[in-house]
């Protein structure tokens, strides 16, 4: 395999929180799956999981080279959890579409946060 593209985001999770206090779940339902919600809502600082989950879509449409639009939604990624607790991308839609069309073997993400910052890295594996 080759290296097709690596991207980062880092976020403010002030920011993340803000959006979701002000637009409630329209924002949510408009970024984060279903699971997703879920997830982060089980948790004591959900705004921590929910940064580090946008943080994590934007890195990797950065390293598609797609950003988000067309080829790739919101809600065509979704951030999920191994059994051993790594992240794994799951990608559906338009972007299932792009990954095989441009032969993409593998997506790998890190997610991290803190108490006012979160972020990803991901690289994408063509075949």
């Known amino acids: 395999m080759e ?3 690596i991207g ?3 976020v403010e ?22 699971d997703e919600r879920a997830y ?8 921590l999981h929910y940064a580090a989950r946008f943080a994590a879509k ?9 950003g988000i639009g067309k080829d790739l939604s919101w809600l ?3 951030i999920v959890r191994k059994p051993s607790g790594e ?23 890190s997610l991290t946060h803190a ?3 979160a972020a990803a890295s991901a690289v994408v594996l063509r075949r």
């Open 3 to 5: 290296i097709f593209g």
């Open 8 to 10: 980062i985001d880092v």
């Open 13 to 34: 999770v002030e920011r993340i929180a803000s959006s979701m206090a002000e637009f409630s779940d329209r924002f949510a339902a408009r970024v984060f799956t279903a």
């Open 40 to 47: 982060c809502d089980a948790q004591r600082r959900p705004e």
């Open 58 to 66: 934007e890195a990797v449409a950065k390293a598609l080279g797609t």
């Open 76 to 78: 065509d990624m979704e």
């Open 87 to 109: 992240p794994e991308v799951r990608v559906s839609g338009a972007g299932q579409e792009f990954i095989q069309r441009e032969n993409i073997g593998e997506i790998k993400v």
């Open 115 to 117: 108490r006012d910052y």
